[in-house]
Each structure stands twice: as structure tokens, then as C-alpha cells.
């Protein structure tokens, strides 16, 4: 019973070509799905780099400042300090 009714629906062209129509159509919404995770995924790799460039480059402003501070007297050091509040 089982093998005539599936010897029925395979030998059926159009219910044939509707069943892979529906597979291929579940295929490309997954396959969409995963490349909609990667571009997510590079986005954020790239937000992640730029964040940790910048820290990186405030680090060495920083670390420049505390340099050029260590030689200061304190009326030096406060007229920078007050440059770099107002910015």
C-alpha cells in the first residue's frame, strides 16, 4: 500500500516539481539566513577593530600627555589640562 502510493507521487512530474520547488525554496531561505549571520558577524568584527583602534590611539595621547606632564610645575600643567577641557 505504502509503496504504491509512493510509486504514485514520484511518478507524478508535477507533484514532483512542486515538492523540489519547496525544497529549494527552504534551501535558499537557510543559505540566506547564514549569509545574513556573516555580513552580522563582519559588521560587528569591524565595529569591534575600530573601537579597539581608537582606545589604542587615546592610550597613546595619553600616555604622550603624562610625559610631557612630568616635566611640567603645576601653573604648566594646569593651563594644558584646561586646553584639553575645553575641547
Known sequence: MFGALLAAIIGNKTLMALFAAVVGGISL???GGVNR???EAAKQAA???A???DRLEMDREATAAERQAAGMTDAE???VAT???ER
Open 47 to 49: 565595529r569591534n577593530m
Open 37 to 39: 549571520a556573516k555580513k
Open 83 to 85: 586646553k584639553w577641557a
Open 51 to 53: 573601537a579597539a583602534e
Open 77 to 79: 600643567a594646569r593651563e
Open 29 to 31: 531561505y537557510v543559505a
